[in-house]
């Protein structure tokens, strides 16, 4: 059966409201419509052509009485430049496909199907916005912690005791007159051993400040990048090198991180956000690789309702592009 027809009986199942959401849709295309029936370019196409709203603006133009070959050609290019690139096949046949599922062109209009090129695959085993990675790694690589030197030994005191010279000994009335003269000398040497071991202690205590403060400084850059969530990650292979792309979330804030692999470790080199908010009652986000350089990201909020988005990876630049989305957010309700 050809693709637009599987479409119709999508319609037929689900109800035309399905064509309003990418989200919704891609769901539903994926329980209604047999594995192998479109390849990942293909369904790329169909849910970008519901994301950017160039569906809606198609139906609009023939509710106004446009002729459809014009519009749908109008339209597809203005698709095809969204998602930057040149090719505007696909995208005029996706919406000629996606309008004559919801009724308002005849079968003879819809554009022939582009043939796959030789890295498209078939939908078979296409992963699902839910397989997230459970525990994905930070958005930042963590900063190396400091080393502090440690203190210089303490310097030795070398005591240098003159010869006594060799006399006879003393009268009992020299002894009583030399004990005073003795008892001066202990004491300054006690005074002297007490602040030598007194600047010990304290070269001691501002070594040990010091590393104290050095360890509270890490411990707070950590909490403050411990503030994203991460909700969804995957690798995406392009122009030879590995990326990696996170969907982090702040609060109801939400971002698509780019991140590259430099020597096994991932550093972020971009980072662009979503037009639409991630709700308390929004679950189930991903982000997944669509083939070539594009990827898919979103997420539901109840029901069929949810957000989704595309967007390109330019690894060779270090640049995330992220499209713009024409279809209203999900509200709180």
């Known amino acids: 059966m050809a693709l637009h027809d599987e479409l119709v009986e999508l319609r037929a199942e689900v109800g035309p409201q399905v064509f309003d959401d990418p ?14 029936s479109a390849t990942t370019g293909e369904v790329s196409l169909l849910v970008g052509a519901i994301a950017t709203g160039a569906l809606q603006r198609l139906v609009e133009q023939l509710d106004l009485g446009v002729d459809p070959s014009t519009a749908i050609a109008m339209q597809g290019d203005l698709l095809a430049r969204d998602r930057g690139t040149t090719e505007t096949s696909g995208a005029r046949w996706a919406l000629s496909a996606l309008a ?28 699902s916005s839910s397989d997230a990675p459970a525990d994905p790694g930070p958005t930042r690589p963590v900063a190396p912690p400091v080393t502090v030197p440690a203190p210089p030994p303490p310097v030795a005191t070398h005591v240098i005791s003159e010869p006594t010279p060799s006399v006879e000994p003393p009268s009992a009335t020299a002894r009583r007159r030399a004990n005073p003269l003795l008892l001066a000398v202990a004491a300054a040497l006690a005074v002297v051993a007490v602040v030598a071991i007194a600047l010990l202690v304290l070269r001691d205590d501002d070594s040990s400040a010091g590393e104290a403060d050095d360890d509270t400084g890490t411990a707070t850059a950590g ?51 979503s037009p639409c908010p991630y709700l308390d009652a929004s679950f189930d986000a991903g982000i ?10 979103g997420w539901q909020t109840r029901g069929n309702e949810g957000f989704g988005g595309y967007g390109q990876v330019q690894a060779g630049d270090g640049v995330l592009i992220v499209y713009e989305v024409d279809a209203p957010c999900p509200t709180e309700r």
Do not use: C, K
Not at 234 to 259: H, K, P
């Open 23 to 36: 989200v919704a849709f891609r769901a539903a295309f994926d329980d209604f419509v047999p594995e192998g």
């Open 223 to 273: 909490e403050s990048a411990g503030d994203e969530e991460i909700l969804a990650q995957t690798d995406l292979e392009t122009d030879g090198a590995t990326s990696r792309l996170q969907l982090v979330r702040n609060g109801t804030d939400v971002e698509v991180v780019l991140l590259a692999d430099e020597g096994g470790d991932y550093v972020e080199v971009d980072r662009q956000p």
């Open 100 to 127: 004559h599922a919801l009724g308002v062109v005849p079968v003879d209009l819809v554009l022939t199907r582009p043939t796959p090129g030789p890295e498209a695959t078939p939908t078979a085993g296409r992963p």
């Open 288 to 297: 997944e690789a669509e083939g070539g350089n594009e990827f898919f990201y």
